[in-house]
């Protein structure tokens, strides 16, 4: 875990008790997460002012400041190194569409809810200590067992590991979910537990990617084991080898399905 994403869980830690108001209707998926979004947004953006976005504000705020930057790839450019570019961008589309008058606006496929940056300096300037930290708040009922939630897709953490591996001298980005426990009175939702994971600490051989759910990798930040504790790069190469190892197998799975189907042909 890098210095800010542990400076991150620092801040984080007034959580743990607070409350926020019961939405109406039912408490499953994002309409109880929502919420505590806000929250950690709000304290956050208190304990680290001027360093803390939405992920599409982020951007906005970028391109605003840069208004000469005109062409996609120069846009692309103002995001920092290739692999951090790919996990903060917009498609080539709608980043050459973008205008101050018709701004991106929040977007469900977005790498993260929240990012935060190392300094308060609006540019993306990373270091092997203190790079971007993306982070998305993933919500738990203490009193009910459910699925491990989807986390991030793996191909997209294997591409960007891919541009890292080739480009970079460090990982310029971490990935950190937040990972709160709540309790449901008749008014309010009350945070009882917090855990803060980098994905980066977390073995990658131990990462469970459902492949008939669009790729998902899926875990409960409460459950999952965060032993890793080589590099960054080292990461990105074991996941790699991990991803590839999964692929191979489910290669060959669909390939025996589609034999099977072909011989009655």
Sequence with gaps: MSSLSRDLERALSSLVGQSVPRPSGTLAGHAAGLPFERLVDKILR??????????FELLNEIYRRNPTQTSVDERYS??????????????????E???????????????????????????????????VCLVDVKTQDADKKAQAPNIISAEKVANTCRLALTAEKFLPFELVYVGVKWNASKSQLICNELRVVSLTQINP????????????????PFEVATTYRNDGLNWAR???????????????KETEKLKSFKSIL
């Design 238 to 252: 074991d996941y790699l080898k991990n991803f590839c190892s999964q692929l191979e197998q489910r290669i060959e």
């Design 46 to 55: 208190q304990v680290m002012p001027g360093q803390t976005y939405r992920h």
């Design 97 to 131: 569409k973008w205008s101050t008058s018709e701004p991106f606006e929040e977007k469900q496929n977005d790498t993260a809810e929240i990012v935060v940056l190392p300094s308060k300096k609006l540019a993306i300037e990373v270091d092997h200590v203190r790079p």
């Design 205 to 220: 051989a131990d990462l469970y990617i459902n492949w008939a759910a669009g790729l998902q990798i899926q875990f409960h």
């Design 78 to 95: 103002l995001l920092g190194p290739p692999s951090l570019q790919y996990l903060l961008r917009r498609g080539k589309a709608a980043t």
